[in-house]
């Protein structure tokens, strides 16, 4: 399938390069922020609202769904402020370097057999790299603000980041021994044609025998975004914000899309390697109609997932930095390499 | 390579000496950072400034800096009469107000010689635990969304309603009761109260029980405040700590049990709590069992409520006899006391006021020497000082 043709199967024609890659970069530029609303609406306020006894924003639109429209253009009002010893150019390039790597991710998530950006061979691989660029950009927001709260957060994050890139990897390994392919797109195929034990009914999605390396990698995805018990880089009772304290306006509004949208990437990406992606075990996987229901089937499977992300997130107190350190080095890390080694047993004695 | 000429040479030879030398000499050291952690920041809930001197993440010293709320509140009792005096102190601890009242009253009713009749002391104690109720409540909630759990504060703060509304019944105020009178209380209680109030003892109950599972019972929670913040017995003691802070750390002593005010702690069956471990757990644990028991103290009260005058003998305008006299209560933060000096006028001549927070935070820098910052704000906020109970 070339790039060319991307949505060839949904419109029947040839769509001509530059004009796939618009469409392309409309999708991307779109799903990123919507990404971010639905989220940031669905968990962060109303989720949080009914665990806490509260009702959260009931004004701004039905059951304040426009919230957080409402929000985001109250920061585009506000003033671009730089601290006076600030670094200005780097200080106003780390929000883009953190929201571009989010919108690198989603470059190589499919949502059906065509309604892919980019069929990369090495697409799970891809989007790890991306994703932990990141912290490139939290570090240069640290380093930048010219403050004591923003320099801890930032080197607390870039500590972090490191420490659980390495696990996130190390869970993934086991899926694509599995599925034996790095390849997005094969992974979800090999889910929706795998037997359980020789009974095809489900398919095979890899949470039932991925299920160790599931757990490894929502944990992993915690750390990555931030969030509690992981959020020490931006811990607003210890260092009051961390990297974003001298962050206002659309700037902040940036590193907000991006926590969110990296949340729902990375969701995305679970749903794919271990929910079964956009397909259902049933049917022809080829067939046009999955362009339309595979995004619904994903934001369903999406949804799920994040539900988990963000029950944790409002859940549970704060670990300290060493704290998490040892959990990563200690437990995650052995426990993923003896997931692999096991899969790669049962893969070469089945 | 180009030429260099013998100036240069001699002072790049003198540099590598130099550089040499503070290779051998000097092993890598690196510069601290001075961190000044508030007035303004998130974990010392009012206006509590904190001077760290840091080294990578970890503390050197810690200087606690006061000051930044202070009200003057013992000369401004200097100029107002007797009654008017709780109006002020109503705000010494925010929280638990009505406790601020009576050691002020029981050191005035002692010059006076008056003593408050049964049923006065017995509903002026079970307000007295009601606002511990409500005080502690909320540094139930508070420390864990100090570590980070968002959701505990929002249950405290659910649950503290209803103590408050009982409260709000008697008194007429939430926050600022205003209550306590010179020889007795203001009014009785309001019909249907006792009841409405066993219920909402009954609630706290559980949400006692609850926050034993949701916050204690937290893998991180314990990981987080085990060990952290240890106070020996000892130092504690040489440092004045009271109330929760000092038992945690197994000293078994509670002014309720051990002071000898004009309260009614001896009429019923209850327990002091004490735990050995005297770190930030412990001082959480004390806690949340001291405010079960207190609904068991105001459960037994209002069962065994004497009748009679609320009110005592005494007159119109009061003019208290000169003398000196001090009046010390276990409050929800430990112990505060009043001394009061009087000559005989409409107002005190002079009044000193003993308040927990003061004492319980001066052990900061010897606490807070080589701990790390998401430690510095674990023992903060296990120690609870209320910043207008620092501040007077």
Redesign the interface.
């Known amino acids: 399938m070339s790039s060319a043709t991307v949505m060839s199967g949904l419109l029947a024609v040839e769509v001509p390069y530059w004009a796939s890659a618009i469409i392309k970069l409309g999708v991307v530029a779109l799903v990123v922020p919507t990404a971010a609303l639905v989220l940031g609406y669905v968990f962060l306020l109303k989720m949080m609202s009914f665990m806490q006894s509260r009702l959260g924003p009931m004004e701004a639109g039905p059951y304040g769904t426009l919230q957080l429209l409402a929000d985001g253009l109250k920061f585009i009002q506000k003033e671009d402020i730089f601290p006076e010893k600030a670094d200005r150019t780097v200080f106003a390039l780390a929000p883009l370097v953190v929201l571009i790597s989010t919108f690198l991710i989603y470059v190589v998530i499919p949502t059906g057999p065509d309604a892919v950006v980019a069929q990369l061979d090495v697409g799970i691989f891809y989007a790890l790299a991306v994703s932990s660029l990141s912290v490139v950009g939290i570090l240069m927001a640290g380093w930048a603000s010219a403050n004591k709260y923003a320099l801890m957060g930032g080197l607390r994050a870039a500590g972090q980041l490191i420490a659980y890139e390495l696990p996130l990897v190390l869970a993934v390994m086991g899926v694509v021994i599995q599925a034996g392919t790095l390849d997005l797109q094969k992974i979800v195929a090999a889910q929706a044609n795998g037997e359980i034990f020789g009974w095809g009914g489900i398919g095979n999605p890899f949470i039932l025998t991925q299920f160790v390396g599931f757990f490894i990698f929502l944990v992993a995805v915690q750390a990555e975004t931030t969030q509690p018990p992981f959020d020490m880089p931006v811990a607003e009772s210890e260092i009051v914000g961390g990297y974003q304290v001298e962050y206002t306006g659309f700037r902040f509004l940036f590193f907000f899309m991006g926590e969110f949208g990296t949340a729902f990437a990375f969701a995305a990406l679970a749903a794919v390697l271990f929910l079964g992606g956009w397909a259902l075990p049933w049917g022809d996987l080829t067939h046009w109609g999955f362009n339309i229901a595979g995004p619904v089937i994903m934001l369903v499977k999406v949804l799920a997932v994040s539900a988990l992300i963000f029950w944790f997130r409002f859940t549970y107190p704060r670990l300290r930095e060493d704290q998490l350190q040892r959990l990563a080095w200690k437990f995650l890390i052995p426990l993923s390499l003896i997931n692999i080694v096991v899969t790669g047993i049962f893969k070469v004695v089945l | 390579m180009t030429a260099v000429s013998a100036d240069q040479r001699q002072q790049l030879a003198y540099v590598a000496t130099q550089a040499a030398d503070a290779r051998l000499n000097v092993e890598i050291e690196t510069e601290g ?1 001075t ?1 000044n952690i508030g007035p303004q ?3 010392t809930h009012g206006t509590l400034r904190l001077v760290a001197r840091l080294d990578g ?1 970890q503390v050197v010293e810690a200087e606690p800096i006061m000051g930044y709320m202070h009200r003057g509140y013992e000369k401004l009792a200097e100029v107002r009469t007797y009654p008017q005096v709780t109006t002020l102190i109503n705000r010494i601890d925010w929280l638990g107000s009505f406790a601020n009242e009576v050691p002020f009253i029981l050191a005035a009713e002692k010059l006076m010689e008056v003593e408050a009749p049964p049923r006065a002391q017995w509903i002026r104690t079970a307000l007295f635990e009601l606002s511990r109720i409500a005080n502690i409540t909320l540094f139930l909630g508070d420390m ?8 505990p504060v ?2 405290a703060f ?1 649950d503290r309603e209803f103590v408050l509304n009982q409260i709000e019944a008697v008194t007429g105020g939430r926050f600022h009761p205003n209550f306590d009178r010179i020889g007795g209380l203001k009014d009785d209680l309001p019909q249907g109260w006792i009841d409405d109030t066993k219920q909402a003892m009954e609630k706290i109950r559980d949400f006692c029980d609850e926050f034993e599972e949701l916050v204690l019972g ?1 893998e ?2 314990q ?2 405040s085990r060990g952290i913040g240890i106070v020996p017995p000892a130092v504690g003691l040489s440092y004045g700590l009271s109330g929760a802070n000092i038992r945690a750390s197994g000293v078994d002593w509670d002014l309720r049990r051990d002071g000898h005010e004009a309260l009614a702690y001896d009429q019923v069956d209850w327990k002091v709590w004490t735990h050995p471990d005297g770190d930030s757990f412990a001082r959480y644990w004390v806690r949340l069992q001291e405010t079960r028991e207190a609904t068991h103290i105001v459960d037994q009260l209002l069962d065994g409520l004497p009748s009679g005058p609320i009110m005592a003998k005494v007159p119109r305008i009061i003019k208290v006899p000169a003398g000196e006299a001090y009046a010390a209560t276990e409050n929800p933060l430990g112990e505060m006391g009043y001394y009061i000096v009087s000559k005989g006028d409409l107002v005190p001549f002079r009044v000193k006021i003993r308040s927990a927070s003061f004492s319980n935070i001066s052990i900061t820098p010897w606490l807070l020497k080589g701990v ?6 674990t023992i903060l906020a296990s120690l609870y000082f209320i910043l207008g109970d620092i501040d007077r």
């Open positions: 950072m961190l920041h998130p974990a993440e864990a969304v100090q570590l980070g759990a968002l959701t929002f249950m659910r937290n991180i929670f990981a987080r790390y910052v998401p430690d510095i704000i």
